[in-house]
């Protein structure tokens, strides 16, 4: 009985060591470098996007023009080059052209350090209600870029507008401030030339903005007023991929080489799996704790 009752905490030894060598072995990999996740940045440009309130019939009737044409973000990266936008509900149930162009594209990329947005158009009209037949404005050409690339400064650029015709009138845009149009009868608009910020980390170009208020012959058919930005473009810059230490949480077991852990080849090769080495070290300790009671045993006895 004595010497059954000393073998049960040789036993309990043995099997305490195989354990903590168990654990000791995933532990020993916590020291291993941890690559954090990218940050891919983003970036988004459109060819068109209004926010105009259109009033009908003596404001008895409100709708809202909220329309984009050719709007792309990425990563989820995308071109798109549709020509015409048409609207229908604010011209007597029939459809109503917006925008008709000759060339309106925008593209969007991000990824690999780099996010990068463009947007252009060329010979456009732009229709609101209730002027069927003159143009709020026609343009020859606009465009706009937003470049963010890691380790470099946000760029932001747009350019210069070619002929730009306003209400029927021909108007020379400046950048030094904004210009304004008024005609009689009709109404005003206001355009802004080229809109560009820029931060450490981001970049948004505007080739041309429109601030407008029309009321044709003051008549309150069909009152316009908001906003309309041609060739909008945006970017953020992506990060990094970082590669840090994680703080270990084991000690080097002295007289232990570490070694890695086995290819997904060497598994099949071996019928082994990934916790393979841990098990050996498991072993290992339970043989080496075995031998040990084995031989107290043996003086005791």
Do not use: W
């Amino acid at each position: 009985m004595n010497r059954y009752n000393f073998r049960m905490p040789a036993r309990r030894c043995a099997t305490v060591l195989a354990a903590t060598a168990l654990v000791a072995g995933p532990a020993a990999l916590a020291g291993a470098p941890a690559a954090q996740a990218t940050d891919e940045g983003s970036a988004s440009a459109v060819v068109l996007r209004t926010g105009l309130d259109v009033a009908l019939l003596d404001k008895t009737v409100d709708v809202p023009l909220a329309v984009s044409l050719n709007e792309v973000r990425a990563p989820r990266s995308a071109e798109k080059t549709a020509l015409t936008v048409e609207l229908d509900g604010v011209d007597g149930g029939r459809p109503f052209s917006v925008l008709r162009a000759d060339v309106a594209e925008s593209k969007a990329t991000a990824g690999a350090g780099r996010a990068e947005a463009s947007t252009r158009l060329a010979h456009a009209r732009l229709h609101v209600p209730g002027l069927p037949l003159l143009s709020l404005i026609e343009i020859e050409a606009v465009s706009a870029k937003a470049v963010c690339e890691a380790g470099k400064a946000p760029v932001a650029t747009s350019s210069p507008v070619g002929a730009v015709t306003v209400l029927g009138k021909r108007v020379s845009v400046s950048a030094g401030g904004p210009t304004e149009v008024k005609v009689p009868g009709v109404g005003e608009v206001r355009l802004d030339l080229g809109q560009r910020e820029t931060t450490s980390r981001t970049a948004a170009a505007t080739a041309l903005e429109l601030t407008v208020s029309i009321n044709p012959l003051n008549l309150n058919v069909a009152e316009v007023t908001g906003t309309v930005t041609l060739a909008e473009a945006t970017c953020e810059t992506p990060t990094a991929v970082r590669s840090e230490e994680a703080p270990s949480s084991a000690e080097p077991v002295e007289g232990v080489k570490a070694q890695g852990a086995p290819s997904e080849a060497g598994l099949a090769e071996t019928g082994g799996s990934s916790m393979t080495p841990y098990a050996a070290g498991g072993a290992v300790a339970l043989l080496a704790a075995g031998g040990a009671a084995v031989a107290l045993t043996r003086r005791r006895g």
